[in-house]
Protein backbone atom coordinates (compact mmCIF):
# COMPACT_ATOMS: atom_id res chain seq x y z
CA UNK A 1 0.00 0.00 0.00
CA UNK A 2 1.46 3.87 -0.67
CA UNK A 3 2.77 5.23 2.24
CA UNK A 4 3.77 2.43 4.48
CA UNK A 5 7.76 3.91 3.79
CA UNK A 6 6.68 6.74 6.00
CA UNK A 7 7.59 4.72 8.51
CA UNK A 8 10.77 5.45 9.89
CA UNK A 9 13.29 2.50 9.45
CA UNK A 10 14.70 0.58 12.30
CA UNK A 11 18.64 1.34 12.12
CA UNK A 12 20.57 -1.52 13.56
CA UNK A 13 23.34 -0.63 16.53
CA UNK A 14 26.18 -0.08 13.90
CA UNK A 15 24.17 2.29 11.66
CA UNK A 16 23.46 4.19 14.49
CA UNK A 17 26.43 5.02 15.18
CA UNK A 18 27.68 5.95 11.21
CA UNK A 19 24.09 7.90 11.65
CA UNK A 20 25.72 10.00 14.58
CA UNK A 21 29.11 10.49 13.36
CA UNK A 22 27.45 11.77 10.28
CA UNK A 23 25.32 14.34 11.28
CA UNK A 24 28.60 15.27 13.82
CA UNK A 25 30.69 15.76 10.70
CA UNK A 26 27.59 17.86 9.14
CA UNK A 27 27.46 19.92 12.01
CA UNK A 28 31.07 20.89 11.93
CA UNK A 29 31.26 21.33 8.26
CA UNK A 30 28.37 23.96 8.36
CA UNK A 31 30.24 25.98 11.41
CA UNK A 32 33.24 25.93 9.51
CA UNK A 33 31.89 27.12 6.56
CA UNK A 34 29.49 30.14 8.34
CA UNK A 35 32.87 31.02 9.88
CA UNK A 36 34.23 31.11 6.33
CA UNK A 37 31.57 33.33 5.37
CA UNK A 38 30.24 30.15 3.32
CA UNK A 39 27.45 27.96 3.20
CA UNK A 40 27.64 24.52 4.72
CA UNK A 41 26.52 23.00 0.17
CA UNK A 42 29.83 25.27 -0.44
CA UNK A 43 31.80 22.48 0.67
CA UNK A 44 31.62 18.91 -0.42
CA UNK A 45 31.92 15.91 1.68
CA UNK A 46 34.10 12.95 0.05
CA UNK A 47 33.50 9.83 1.93
CA UNK A 48 36.56 8.45 2.00
CA UNK A 49 35.91 4.36 2.16
CA UNK A 50 39.36 2.70 1.69
CA UNK A 51 39.05 -0.38 3.58
CA UNK A 52 35.42 0.05 4.33
CA UNK A 53 33.20 -2.60 2.84
CA UNK A 54 30.35 -2.02 0.81
CA UNK A 55 27.39 -2.67 2.89
CA UNK A 56 28.77 0.15 5.24
CA UNK A 57 29.06 2.29 1.83
CA UNK A 58 26.02 1.32 1.12
CA UNK A 59 24.44 2.88 5.02
CA UNK A 60 26.32 6.12 4.16
CA UNK A 61 24.38 6.10 1.15
CA UNK A 62 21.34 6.47 2.66
CA UNK A 63 23.00 9.44 4.77
CA UNK A 64 23.28 10.66 1.69
CA UNK A 65 26.56 10.61 1.21
CA UNK A 66 27.25 10.13 -2.78
CA UNK A 67 31.05 10.79 -3.11
CA UNK A 68 33.41 7.90 -2.39
CA UNK A 69 36.51 8.48 -2.13
CA UNK A 70 39.05 5.55 -2.16
CA UNK A 71 43.15 5.43 -2.77
CA UNK A 72 43.24 2.07 -4.79
CA UNK A 73 41.92 1.17 -8.46
CA UNK A 74 42.03 -2.48 -7.71
CA UNK A 75 39.72 -1.98 -4.26
CA UNK A 76 37.61 0.57 -5.86
CA UNK A 77 36.50 -1.60 -9.18
CA UNK A 78 35.27 -4.44 -6.97
CA UNK A 79 33.45 -1.97 -4.67
CA UNK A 80 31.86 -0.13 -8.15
CA UNK A 81 30.95 -3.55 -9.36
CA UNK A 82 29.02 -4.05 -5.90
CA UNK A 83 27.43 -0.86 -5.80
CA UNK A 84 25.17 0.41 -8.11
CA UNK A 85 23.30 3.11 -6.63
CA UNK A 86 21.80 6.41 -8.55
CA UNK A 87 23.66 9.42 -7.81
CA UNK A 88 26.53 7.99 -6.66
CA UNK A 89 29.99 9.04 -7.75
CA UNK A 90 33.93 7.85 -7.35
CA UNK A 91 36.70 9.92 -6.83
CA UNK A 92 40.46 8.62 -6.69
CA UNK A 93 42.56 10.13 -4.05
CA UNK A 94 45.54 8.35 -3.99
CA UNK A 95 48.65 7.98 -5.85
CA UNK A 96 48.03 6.55 -9.78
CA UNK A 97 50.99 3.90 -11.29
CA UNK A 98 50.46 4.94 -14.89
CA UNK A 99 49.58 1.07 -15.79
CA UNK A 100 46.33 1.13 -14.22
CA UNK A 101 45.57 4.51 -15.66
CA UNK A 102 43.05 2.93 -18.60
CA UNK A 103 41.38 1.58 -15.22
CA UNK A 104 41.06 4.82 -13.80
CA UNK A 105 39.61 6.15 -16.44
CA UNK A 106 36.92 3.81 -16.99
CA UNK A 107 35.72 3.46 -13.00
CA UNK A 108 36.34 7.41 -11.70
CA UNK A 109 34.71 10.32 -12.38
CA UNK A 110 37.38 12.47 -11.12
CA UNK A 111 41.22 12.17 -10.05
CA UNK A 112 42.01 14.13 -7.49
CA UNK A 113 45.57 12.87 -7.47
CA UNK A 114 47.47 14.08 -10.47
CA UNK A 115 50.46 14.50 -9.48
CA UNK A 116 52.70 14.59 -12.16
CA UNK A 117 52.91 15.64 -15.77
CA UNK A 118 53.81 12.34 -16.76
CA UNK A 119 51.02 10.40 -15.15
CA UNK A 120 48.37 13.44 -16.82
CA UNK A 121 49.85 12.46 -20.36
CA UNK A 122 48.89 9.02 -19.83
CA UNK A 123 45.54 10.15 -18.57
CA UNK A 124 44.75 11.94 -21.60
CA UNK A 125 45.96 9.18 -23.55
CA UNK A 126 42.99 7.20 -22.12
CA UNK A 127 40.81 9.43 -21.77
CA UNK A 128 40.88 10.15 -25.48
CA UNK A 129 40.52 6.50 -26.41
CA UNK A 130 37.55 5.81 -24.20
CA UNK A 131 36.22 9.38 -25.50
CA UNK A 132 35.88 11.09 -22.66
CA UNK A 133 36.68 13.64 -20.36
CA UNK A 134 37.81 13.46 -16.92
CA UNK A 135 37.60 16.20 -14.73
CA UNK A 136 40.93 15.94 -12.44
CA UNK A 137 42.91 18.00 -9.33
CA UNK A 138 46.63 18.71 -9.56
CA UNK A 139 47.99 17.11 -6.32
CA UNK A 140 50.57 19.47 -4.85
CA UNK A 141 53.03 18.41 -2.17
CA UNK A 142 52.83 21.77 -0.36
CA UNK A 143 54.85 21.05 3.00
CA UNK A 144 57.44 19.29 0.86
CA UNK A 145 57.11 15.70 2.37
CA UNK A 146 59.74 13.04 0.99
CA UNK A 147 57.31 10.54 1.79
CA UNK A 148 53.97 12.01 0.22
CA UNK A 149 53.66 12.14 -4.07
CA UNK A 150 52.66 15.48 -5.48
CA UNK A 151 53.69 18.47 -7.41
CA UNK A 152 56.59 20.62 -5.21
CA UNK A 153 54.68 24.09 -5.33
CA UNK A 154 57.94 25.63 -7.74
CA UNK A 155 56.82 22.85 -10.67
CA UNK A 156 53.19 23.54 -10.27
CA UNK A 157 52.16 26.38 -12.84
CA UNK A 158 54.93 24.72 -15.24
CA UNK A 159 52.87 21.67 -15.05
CA UNK A 160 49.39 23.17 -14.35
CA UNK A 161 50.15 24.68 -17.94
CA UNK A 162 50.67 21.51 -19.41
CA UNK A 163 47.82 19.82 -18.25
CA UNK A 164 45.51 22.69 -18.81
CA UNK A 165 46.69 21.94 -22.79
CA UNK A 166 45.79 18.36 -22.83
CA UNK A 167 41.80 18.25 -24.16
CA UNK A 168 40.65 15.20 -22.83
CA UNK A 169 41.92 16.12 -18.98
CA UNK A 170 39.24 18.86 -17.25
CA UNK A 171 41.63 20.66 -14.26
CA UNK A 172 39.17 22.01 -11.69
CA UNK A 173 41.32 22.78 -9.06
CA UNK A 174 44.16 21.45 -6.84
CA UNK A 175 44.79 18.96 -3.90
CA UNK A 176 47.10 18.39 -1.11
CA UNK A 177 47.33 16.06 1.77
CA UNK A 178 48.72 17.94 5.04
CA UNK A 179 50.97 16.62 7.11
CA UNK A 180 50.20 14.60 10.04
CA UNK A 181 50.48 17.16 13.64
CA UNK A 182 48.94 16.78 16.69
CA UNK A 183 47.42 19.95 16.62
CA UNK A 184 45.48 21.18 13.32
CA UNK A 185 46.46 24.27 13.70
CA UNK A 186 49.84 23.73 13.08
CA UNK A 187 48.57 22.62 9.02
CA UNK A 188 46.64 25.95 8.63
CA UNK A 189 49.46 27.27 6.88
CA UNK A 190 49.69 24.70 4.59
CA UNK A 191 46.07 25.38 3.72
CA UNK A 192 46.23 28.82 3.08
CA UNK A 193 49.69 28.03 1.05
CA UNK A 194 47.65 25.80 -1.55
CA UNK A 195 44.81 28.88 -1.67
CA UNK A 196 47.75 31.17 -2.46
CA UNK A 197 49.13 28.38 -4.86
CA UNK A 198 45.43 28.43 -6.28
CA UNK A 199 45.58 31.84 -6.66
CA UNK A 200 48.87 31.89 -8.66
CA UNK A 201 47.69 29.23 -11.03
CA UNK A 202 44.39 30.95 -11.99
CA UNK A 203 46.42 33.97 -12.85
CA UNK A 204 49.01 32.55 -14.83
CA UNK A 205 47.19 30.02 -16.15
CA UNK A 206 42.93 30.80 -16.26
CA UNK A 207 40.45 28.74 -17.43
CA UNK A 208 37.20 29.93 -18.54
CA UNK A 209 35.27 33.39 -18.13
CA UNK A 210 36.17 33.58 -14.32
CA UNK A 211 39.67 31.94 -14.14
CA UNK A 212 38.49 28.37 -13.16
CA UNK A 213 40.30 26.18 -10.95
CA UNK A 214 37.09 26.41 -8.42
CA UNK A 215 38.33 23.56 -6.36
CA UNK A 216 40.36 23.04 -2.71
CA UNK A 217 40.39 20.22 -2.01
CA UNK A 218 42.07 20.28 2.06
CA UNK A 219 41.29 18.53 4.92
CA UNK A 220 40.47 14.98 6.31
CA UNK A 221 39.56 14.08 9.85
CA UNK A 222 41.80 15.95 12.14
CA UNK A 223 42.28 18.83 10.25
CA UNK A 224 38.81 19.14 7.96
CA UNK A 225 37.52 21.80 10.43
CA UNK A 226 40.97 24.82 9.69
CA UNK A 227 40.92 23.71 5.78
CA UNK A 228 37.19 25.01 5.28
CA UNK A 229 38.23 27.64 7.20
CA UNK A 230 41.24 28.46 4.98
CA UNK A 231 38.79 28.24 1.56
CA UNK A 232 38.36 24.18 1.25
CA UNK A 233 35.83 23.39 -1.37
CA UNK A 234 36.42 19.64 -1.29
CA UNK A 235 37.66 17.87 2.22
CA UNK A 236 38.17 14.27 2.21
CA UNK A 237 36.86 12.38 5.52
CA UNK A 238 37.22 8.84 6.60
CA UNK A 239 37.51 7.97 10.16
CA UNK A 240 35.21 10.40 11.27
CA UNK A 241 32.48 9.05 9.37
CA UNK A 242 33.35 5.08 9.27
CA UNK A 243 35.72 5.00 12.71
CA UNK A 244 39.10 3.71 12.90
CA UNK A 245 40.58 1.45 9.87
CA UNK A 246 42.10 -1.58 10.49
CA UNK A 247 45.73 -1.12 10.39
CA UNK A 248 47.50 -1.92 7.14
C1 LIG B 1 42.75 8.11 3.88
C2 LIG B 1 42.74 9.44 3.20
C3 LIG B 1 41.89 10.46 3.61
C4 LIG B 1 40.94 10.34 4.80
O1 LIG B 1 41.65 10.26 5.98
P1 LIG B 1 40.90 10.32 7.41
O2 LIG B 1 41.97 10.81 8.31
O3 LIG B 1 40.42 8.94 7.69
O4 LIG B 1 39.78 11.29 7.29
C5 LIG B 1 41.89 11.65 2.90
N1 LIG B 1 42.71 11.83 1.85
C6 LIG B 1 43.56 10.88 1.42
C7 LIG B 1 44.43 11.15 0.24
C8 LIG B 1 43.61 9.64 2.08
O5 LIG B 1 44.45 8.70 1.64
Redesign the pocket.
Known sequence: MAGTDAEPRQLPGNDEALARRAREVRQRVAAAAERSGRAAAAVLIVA?S?TVPAERMRAAYELGFTTF?E?RVQEAREKIAALSLPGLRWEL??HLQTNKAALAVGLFDRVQ?VDSVRLAETLERRAEAAQKVLPVLLEVNVAGEASKSGLAPDELLAAARAIAALPHLRPEGLMT?APLVGDAEEVRPVFRRLRELRGRVRAAVPLGDDGGWHELSMG???DYAVAIEEGATIV?????LFGT?PAP
Open positions: VKGNIGSVMTDRIGRAR
